[in-house]
């Protein structure tokens, strides 16, 4: 079944054309794999499915409801998409139990307790169980990130949206960032992942989509994807 479903999205910063009539239905535990040359639009489509960018044309649905419809309020439906970016974007005069905590508690209104045992599970997953009461600036580059993963999975969302997230981090901490996002994978986690990591892209990937000045260039299995022509 469809998820996500961007439809004919076209997007204007000023006149500058930056998605030209882009369409992507992206299915319940598929992991979409978009690659392309800096420049040609990746991230601006991310935001576009996160309703995070205002688009002059097309459909992004998500339950039956148009992100990109302007002057609606879709904030409720939005929090089921989650989003990690490059830069990890924790507040630094927070805790990692606040970082956790926020999105949950302040935002969704859901008990403290209950929240605070998911947060726990989830950092034990990512080997972070004992950094509850750090501070971002304690923490490595590798690890701020897998907190910004579990502060957007604290959320309970349906989707994850990631954004070169392993781009800022130094080489010997990429591969904990990759891993954990190839665990979600493999738990059945609906993902699409902007990244230059080839070899992670490959593996993850139920279809490579490829992207060129603004549009959809070709769309592939990772084995075709790969094998040149
Ligand atoms: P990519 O993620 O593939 O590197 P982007 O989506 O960041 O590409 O950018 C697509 C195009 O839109 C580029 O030409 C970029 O310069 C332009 N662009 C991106 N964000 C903005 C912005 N906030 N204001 C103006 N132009 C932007
Ligand atoms: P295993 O349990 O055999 O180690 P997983 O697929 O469960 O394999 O996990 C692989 C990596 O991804 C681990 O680092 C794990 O902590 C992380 N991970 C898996 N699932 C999740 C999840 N739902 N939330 C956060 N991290 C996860």
Redesign the pocket.
Known sequence: SVLLDAVRVTKF??T?K?LDHVSLAIHAKEVVVIL????????????CLNGLETVQAGSIYFHGSDLALPGTDWRPVRQRIGMVFQSYELFPHLSVRDNLLLGPVHVQKRPRAEALRQAGSLLERVGLADRLDSFPRQLSGGQKQRIAIVRALCMNPEVMLF??VTAALDPEMVREVLDVILGLARNGMTMVI?THEMGFARAVADRIVF?DE?RICEINTPGKFFTAP
């Open positions: 910063y000023d500058r930056a392309g040359p800096s420049g040609c639009g990746k991230s601006t489509f991310l935001r954004d070169e902007v992207m603004g």
